[in-house]
């Protein structure tokens, strides 16, 4: 009896800290280079070096894919069962409540926007906007065709699995 308590125990503690872990995003296109990191949980990582890789590490396991030998080559035609086909799509009213939990469950910790539209005109209408106090430091308006995005998300999974509960 007590070892099923233990037991037990132990797995509430693992499902509650795999949901009340944060999980980071982060996103650099200087470096094309996309990061998932989970707390105590593991990581993913994609980048371009010559060609697309893909990186999973979790607790004594890491794996390096190349993107294109994962790409198949012959597509599987799947039956799917009549009581799954039957189901409704859900309604935009049902969409726009899901998405506006998940975007507060998104914290944008850090990001940098660099933008060049080409045309000098154009940019000297838009360079005031770098000296506005929400985006002093963040945006990056310029005449010199810089690019980039740089953004660092900490997502909180309970909130997302919560948003899909109810």
């Known amino acids: 009896m007590i070892w099923l308590l233990i037991v037990l125990l132990f797995l509430i503690l693992c499902i509650c800290w795999t949901l009340f872990s944060p999980l980071y995003m982060e996103v650099d296109t200087r470096t094309p280079m996309a990061a998932l990191r989970w707390i105590g949980i593991g990581r993913m990582r994609i980048w371009y070096e010559d060609e697309w890789w893909l990186r999973i590490q979790f607790p004594f396991f890491r794996k390096t894919f190349r993107i294109a030998d994962m790409k198949s080559s012959t597509k599987r035609k799947t039956n799917t069962p009549a009581h799954l086909a039957s189901k ?45 106090p929400g985006n002093f430091g963040h945006l990056h308006i310029n005449f010199m065709d810089q690019n980039y995005l740089v953004i660092k998300l900490k997502i909180r999974v309970w909130k997302i699995v919560f948003a899909f509960i109810r």
């Open 88 to 132: 409704g799509k859900p309604t935009k009213k049902k969409f726009s409540k899901i998405l506006r939990t998940f975007i507060k469950a998104v914290k944008i910790e850090e990001w940098q926007l660099a933008l060049d539209t080409g045309d000098f005109a154009r940019n000297g209408q838009l360079y005031p906007i770098n000296y506005l």
